[in-house]
């Protein structure tokens, strides 16, 4: 990428802001240079999506004063999905930010831009509604660009994006990102690649570093050990004053003495002074995750046998579970590539708790089992509910109980009415904490729990999770909360579960090209080898359509399902699946016509 000369695109000088009675920055001061490729960091509900509006012209800030070009184009990639565009497909949606006469001179871009994405020719004609949410993030950087902006803003581009999803967001800004940017993120991998400088906003002003985050963080930890440490010289001159100020003013009235009263009025007003401008030091995050002991004291808490999990349409059979047993207090990490079935079968999970007979089927539940439900989404939380309404829906918890947890998570009374459907990402990870907080399951599902939750919060929850008990089954394509967290993985592979000791093995497979390309034949991807994650809607297509897998892939395929099916017919009758036998067997007459 050929750099800028550097000089000041845009400044912010003593911004000033408060939102809802509650003040988001004080006199914070921010410079944008042509050359910055800048990462955004601070505690969720800090105002970092606030300040991306601001610098869009979209707020009426309190004070201070924002200087940039007249007519400095400002490209935008949001942090959810536009709903006006989800019925329209790839293409459309890229090019319906074009003018009429844009599309006549322009529009051969928007295939360049999604080709250079990541995307295939072959997915232009989907529906935006049927990609996964890392696919619709990427849209909506391919739209920001096509406008050619002078300065892009993006609003957690990484959400949702499986590894190889965010290997190409990663290589795109490093490589193809021709104009300055400013990235919210919670990936600390992602920041420390494309990012040559980091602003932290915290405490109401922002810190800034002409680093990459983990060089920043060491400097700006520094900052606060420094800033502690005079904090502590001043707490400590301030009582020697008010002490001083104290006795003086006894001497003065058993004395008579007015010199000595004067003395101990200009002492305390001294130590006032001093009190009122003290070193600040940092508040640290808001997630404030706090639960209670949540172990069940039982031989298994989740039995899973002979259970099929299917598409959410139930029009293609993902995975089959033989059996598993899930034992209180394991923390069981769900692996597998986009595609393969962990979000439906954390749903299939989640529908069969729901049911009146928990304790029998194909997936069965210790009695005394309560469940919690964190799905990626955050769908519960889109509706038209102010934050103590939803948590009165959401729990079983008092009028007391859902106010104090407000106020113990950092809200304040008059933002208890705040409609829930219009908080952001990292507000809405914390009410689905919150109500975890009150109900206090033992068994908690997570899907892709992490993705709001700021880095600071991410090492809270971790810790907070494991000193629960509380059982935990998860899905992450955060590899570090993942590592950390889990001390069991079971991993979706060539449509089985099987255990592994830990992770290693599949991010090595994931991370290798023949190794993806085989298992996408193997797990029928509508596109080999693509870096595109297609997790969210288990967006996959029949064998039919992989006219893109060359012929190893389908003979490694054929090989797997003939062994299948042999394995399955030297079973005792009542153990065998004659209906996947039936399927196996379509899909191998299936292979073997696209062969000949």
Not at 15 to 42: E, K
Not at 446 to 463: A, R, W
Not at 487 to 508: A, D, M, P, Q
Request: aromatic letters at 6%.
């Amino acid at each position: 990428m050929k750099m800028k000369p550097m000089s000041a695109l845009l400044q912010i000088i003593d911004l000033s802001f408060s939102r809802s009675h509650q003040t988001l920055f004080q006199q914070l001061n921010l410079t944008i240079n042509n050359n910055d490729r800048i990462g955004l960091v601070g505690h969720n509900g800090c105002g970092k999506s606030s300040l991306l509006s601001i610098i869009r012209g979209l707020e009426e800030i309190d004070g201070g004063e924002i200087r940039k070009p007249r007519g400095l184009k400002i490209g935008w990639v949001e942090q959810f999905i536009d709903q006006t565009i989800l019925d329209i497909n790839l293409l459309e949606a890229a090019l319906k930010v074009l003018n009429q006469d844009e599309l006549i001179t322009h529009g051969w871009k928007a295939k360049n831009q999604l080709l250079g994405l990541g995307f295939t020719e072959q997915q232009f004609a989907v529906p935006v509604k049927d990609l996964s949410g890392g696919q619709q993030n990427l849209l909506l950087i391919a739209r920001a660009l096509l406008l050619e902006p002078e300065l892009l803003l993006m609003d957690e581009p990484g959400n949702h994006m499986d590894i190889l999803a965010m290997s190409r967001l990663e290589t795109f800004l490093l490589h193809e990102c021709n104009c300055p940017f400013m990235i919210i993120s919670h990936d600390r991998f992602l920041l420390n690649t494309v990012c040559n400088k980091t602003v932290f906003i915290r405490d109401h002003r922002s810190f800034e570093y002409a680093l990459p985050f983990d060089s920043a963080s060491d400097q700006l930890l520094e900052h606060d050990k420094h800033a502690e440490k005079h904090r502590q010289q001043e707490e400590k001159e301030i009582k020697r004053l008010q002490a001083t100020a104290k006795r003086l003013a006894i001497w003065g009235r058993e004395h008579d003495n007015e010199s000595l009263s004067r003395k101990a009025k200009s002492i305390d007003k001294r130590a006032e002074k001093l009190n009122n401008e003290k070193t600040k030091v940092t508040e640290g995050s808001k997630l404030n995750v706090r639960l209670d002991n949540l172990s069940l004291a039982a031989r298994q808490i989740l039995t899973i046998e002979n259970a099929d999990i299917y598409t959410p349409d139930f029009s293609r059979k993902l995975l089959s579970i033989d059996h598993i047993v899930i034992q209180p207090g394991e923390r069981v990490a769900l692996l597998g590539i986009n595609g393969v079935g962990k979000s439906s079968t954390l749903e299939a999970i989640r529908k069969q708790f729901s049911n009146d007979d928990k304790t029998s089927g194909e997936i069965r539940f210790n009695p005394r089992t309560t469940l919690g439900y964190y799905d990626q989404g955050l769908d519960t939380l889109n509706k038209n509910q102010s934050r103590s309404d939803w948590l009165r829906n959401n729990t079983q918890g008092g009028e007391h109980e859902i106010k104090k947890t407000l106020i113990n998570s950092g809200i304040s009374f008059t933002d208890f009415s705040h409609r829930v459907d219009q908080l952001s990402g990292g507000e809405k990870a914390r009410m689905m904490f919150m109500a975890f907080q009150i109900n206090q399951p033992n068994l908690m599902i997570l899907d892709e729990p992490t993705n709001h939750i700021d880095l600071y919060g991410k090492q809270q929850l971790s810790e907070q999770l494991k000193e629960s008990g509380a059982t935990l089954i998860i899905t992450s394509h955060d590899r570090h909360f993942l590592d950390h967290i889990a001390t069991r993985w079971l991993w979706i592979n060539n449509g089985t579960i099987e255990e592994v000791n830990n992770s290693e093995l599949f991010y090595k497979q994931l991370l290798n090209p023949k190794a993806r390309s085989s298992n996408s034949a193997t797990n029928k991807h509508k596109n080999f080898g693509s870096a595109v994650d297609t997790d969210a809607k288990e967006n996959v297509d029949e064998i039919e359509n992989i006219s893109m897998a060359d012929e190893d892939d389908i003979l490694q395929r054929i090989d797997w399902l003939e062994t299948k099916i042999q394995d399955d017919q030297k079973r005792k009758t009542k153990f065998q699946k004659p209906t996947s036998q039936i399927e196996w067997q379509r899909e191998l007459d299936q292979l073997w016509a696209q062969l000949q």
